[in-house]
């Protein structure tokens, strides 16, 4: 498991997507930067806002990229098979794989969020604001989150990955995971609170209360008005939310290796 | 390819590009709906959402910045009614967004949108808890534009209750305590000041609070008196002199400030808050 582990390491690390994270590092910080010019009195808040929304961002293309790239792509070329014929079970693949490529967003994340902090930084120089950004623990671990945000989309394109047999699938669905488990909290949460008083809309609470026993919240684990405002988020809210991302991630990898072991390449 | 082939080919080309060319003449001179497109339309929360990649605070600094860059000296009314559902929703997104609570208050205030401005506010309040701007600012509006001083003066005193600064708190509550002058139900403001007399830490800030106390109690003696004037001579008091000379009052209350008592334009007793012209 820990050679499938490190060579997906290995392989993502050689192909061009530390290029890739350098160029979309980069633009992300470009974009934090100049979101600040647009707020006249709080400009590194915004710039840090806008920069995690960045870094969310990547961090999923990123994952769903590797898990494209080491293995549905590995599945389509049909090299997974020389991978499988060491002496060792399926699954050991399936779970290097995932370890791989966490530890890859991992890097990513520590990478970006460094990159982001020094602009947000340097954007202090010119204005103090009222109130003053956090930094150290609390944007630390808004990063964490957002790193266990895209691992939680990982685990589901792999579980795509380990059925499907249209390469591309595990990006497109990985992508409107990404996009609905992330909108969830916003929509259930507009319902909860009655939806301005639209009946229309309120006809689709029961609905979007199903969606949430197959797809997990993911805005949970999105903790940025901690370093934005100082709002610690609850804890208890906090852990469940980890919980959450972790069993979700856990039954999906469950599966994928349920899946995958059978699977009939011939 | 025959030579006539090609000339038809020709043909068409040259009549397709009379055409594009009279459309597009045509076009520049028909007149576009707005020239304000910023403001056009607000788009529903979910559609936010989802255009933001599900991320609220994505959506949320979208239309913060859209909000921000629009051109408010050229705007219509029903311009500003977007205006103020853009800002509705990103205080919704969210609610401790800076820029949007302060451009609400700067701009939606002042262009007829008064209630969106104080539902920004009060959300950026909550959320704020270290933040003492926006509850100034509802108590601001509630104040200059509602005339309602005892909302004004409650928010007041929770902006106060935000400052780290306890010479700036007791600006503050001072402000509050003297808004309470201005409420037309006497007993009210009485209660309240006497309740802020009583949480006041400093002693001479809670000395002067009770003054202030007494000064109101002596307004509602007047207004009493005044009260009972008019039933017995069926005629507004115009004197405060003529309560005591018909006998209602034995004497005229002092005002412990030294500002005394007048008439405003309704007729009614009020507090002065300058001494007297000698």
């Known amino acids: ?78 090299t997974v098979l020389f991978a499988l014929t060491y002496p060792v079970a399926r699954g050991h693949y399936i779970i290097g794989r995932y370890l791989g490529v966490l530890a890859l967003i991992a890097l990513a994340a520590v990478l970006l969020g460094m990159l982001l902090w020094a602009v947000v930084l340097s954007l202090g120089k010119d204005y103090a604001q009222g109130f003053a950004i956090a930094p150290g623990i609390p944007y630390w671990s ?18 795509v990955a380990s059925f499907s047999t249209v390469p591309m699938l595990p990006l497109a669905l990985g992508l409107a995971f990404a996009v609905g488990g992330k909108s969830l909290g916003a929509v259930a949460e507009y319902l909860a609170k009655g939806a301005d008083g639209d009946p229309e809309l309120m ?51 469950t599966l994928a290796v349920m899946i995958f072991t059978r699977r009939d390449f011939e | 390819m025959t030579a006539r082939v090609q000339y038809k080919g020709w ?5 397709l590009a009379l055409v594009f060319i009279a459309t597009s003449e045509q076009l520049r001179s028909t007149p576009r709906r707005s020239v304000s497109v910023e403001m056009q339309v607000a788009l529903p929360l979910f559609v936010q959402v989802f255009v933001a990649a599900g991320d609220r605070y994505l959506a949320a600094n979208l239309a913060a910045i859209r909000a921000l860059v629009v051109a408010t000296d050229r705007m219509r009314p029903e311009e500003f009614r977007i205006l103020a559902k853009v800002q509705e929703d990103v205080s919704w997104l969210n609610p401790a967004h800076e820029d949007n609570y302060y451009i609400a208050f700067a701009i939606l205030a002042q262009y007829g949108e008064l209630d969106s401005a104080q539902t920004i506010l009060a959300r950026a309040s909550r959320a704020r808890f270290f933040d003492y701007q926006p509850s100034f600012f509802y108590a601001f509006n509630q104040w200059y534009y509602k005339h309602d001083p005892a909302g004004a003066a409650a928010w007041m005193r929770e902006a106060a209750e935000k400052l780290p600064d306890p010479d700036q708190r007791l600006i503050m509550q001072n402000f509050a305590a003297r808004w309470m002058d201005k409420v037309q139900d006497t007993e009210l403001a009485i209660r309240v ?83 007297p012209r000698s």
Do not use: C
């Open chain 2, 11 to 15: 043909l068409v080309a040259l009549l």
């Open chain 1, 203 to 253: 006809r689709f609470a029961p609905v979007i209360h199903a969606i949430q026993w197959v797809l997990p919240d993911l805005s949970r684990l999105d903790w940025r008005v901690w370093p934005m405002y100082g709002l610690a988020p609850d804890g208890q809210a906090a852990g469940l939310g980890l919980m959450l991302a972790v069993s979700y991630a856990a039954l999906l990898l």
């Open chain 2, 193 to 275: 000041v006497a309740a802020m007399a009583k949480e006041a830490r400093r002693k001479d800030f809670r000395a002067y609070l009770e003054t202030r106390v007494a000064r109101l109690r002596q307004l509602q003696q007047l207004r009493t008196a005044a009260v009972t004037y008019r039933e017995r001579f069926g005629k507004p008091v115009t004197n405060l002199q003529e309560l005591v000379s018909s006998g209602i009052l034995p004497v005229l209350p002092v005002d412990p400030f030294g500002f005394g008592f007048g008439f405003d334009p309704q007729g009614e007793i009020v507090l002065r808050t300058s001494p």
């Open chain 1, 1 to 78: 498991m820990w050679q499938f582990m490190l060579s997906a390491g290995r392989a993502g690390l050689r192909s061009r997507s530390i290029q890739a994270i350098l160029i979309l590092g980069a633009l992300l910080v470009g974009v934090a930067y100049l979101s600040a010019s647009f707020s006249p009195r709080q400009p590194q808040t915004v710039a840090l806002d806008v920069g995690l929304s960045g870094l969310r961002m990547t961090l999923v293309l990123f994952s769903l990229f590797w898990v494209q790239e080491l293995v549905a792509r590995e599945i389509e070329r049909r």
């Open chain 1, 142 to 159: 808004t990063v964490a989150g957002l790193w266990v945000d895209a691992a939680v989309v990982a685990a589901f394109a792999l579980w």
